[in-house]
T-cell receptor, first 112, second 111 residues
């Protein structure tokens, strides 16, 4: 069965460290997205990609970067982790049509 | 500026009764509206959607109603079951598959 997987599930890192969160999907979806979920804010879009070598900034992209070298993967990098980036991160993918996204199970990141 | 608003952070309903979750939006250009359900420690899962050209979509116990003039949609769950207890996100899709989410409503169904 097709799936979308995120790793690690939990991560603790120190302020200033570079951190990369992995997202891998086997749906063969062109579109991939990264969101963060915070209390009182719901899900906010960080970065997204419509295909290989395409990346775009979302509403809360500062301090984050992504790269898309193949269809299956969209890793999210925190260049220099900050305590404000403590959050739960969700990766999602989609094809076309109105059924929206398929989400991964999330990565809980704590920056200390 | 929140384009998708869920004004009720929580809702409690007795098992067997109807649950009604509400959502307002500000952008008339959205193509689809969606509801996602989220359990703790899991990713959101797609529940039901409605095209902007429709006013109702039904799937089993779940019905979504869209009132374009009021920029309002609602999700009805009938009958509510304890397994429906979760956070429900209202979402709207614009161009190029971009989805904007509300902040969520936590539904508790009391046995």
């Amino acid at each position: 069965d097709a799936e979308i997987t995120q790793s690690p599930r939990h991560k603790i890192t120190e302020t200033g460290r570079q951190v990369t969160l992995a997202c891998h999907q086997t749906w063969n979806h062109n579109n991939m997205f990264w969101y963060r979920q915070d209390l009182g804010h719901g899900l906010r879009l960080i970065h997204y990609s419509y295909g290989v070598h395409d990346t775009n900034k979302g509403e809360v992209s500062d301090g984050y970067s992504v790269s898309r070298s193949n269809t299956e993967d969209l890793p999210l990098t925190l260049e220099s982790a900050a305590s404000s980036q403590t959050s739960v991160y969700f990766c999602a993918s989609s094809g076309s049509g109105g059924d929206g996204y398929t989400f991964g199970s999330g990565t809980r990141l704590t920056v200390v | 500026d929140q384009q998708v608003k869920q004004n009720s952070p929580s809702l409690s309903v007795q098992e067997g009764r109807i649950s009604i979750l509400n959502c307002d939006y500000t952008n008339s250009m959205f193509d689809y509206f969606l509801w996602y359900k989220k359990y703790p420690a899991e990713g959101p899962t797609f529940l039901i959607s409605i095209s902007s050209i429709k006013d109702k979509n039904e799937d089993g116990r779940f019905t979504v109603f869209l009132n374009k003039s009021a920029k309002h949609l609602s999700l009805h769950i009938v009958p509510s079951q304890p397994g429906d207890s979760a956070v429900y996100f209202c979402a709207a899709m614009g161009g190029y598959q971009k989805v904007t989410f509300g902040i969520g409503t936590k539904l508790q169904v009391i046995p």
